[in-house]
């Protein structure tokens, strides 16, 4: 239940800062209306971190994952060496 709600919760929110924008310019020309929202910024490397998220949720659910540690997984995954 709580792998369902994991993934269910990322791809909401790949699906709203994917296809906000989309949704909101083909209501305004159904309905003609003239609302005119912020747009919304994607955010680089949305999908590829949603599903790397995805990823580590399924893994630790099968518990192929080995133990959390924030730091070393944050420096060695998420920055770019030189």
Same mark, same amino acid.
């Given at each position: ?14 699906? *709203? ?31 590829? +971190? ?5 990823? *580590? ?13 924030? +730091? ?11």
């Amino acid at each position: 239940m709580l792998l369902f709600f994991g993934v269910a919760v990322d791809l909401a929110l790949l699906g *709203y800062y994917k296809y906000a924008n989309f949704l909101v310019e083909n209501l305004k020309e159904v309905a003609l209306i003239t609302w005119n929202p912020q747009h919304i910024v994607l955010p680089l490397g949305i999908s590829f +971190f949603t599903f790397t998220q995805i990823a *580590y949720l399924v893994d630790s659910y099968r518990r192929i994952a080995r133990e959390y540690n924030p +730091f070393t997984s944050l420096s060695s995954s998420h920055t770019f060496h030189t």
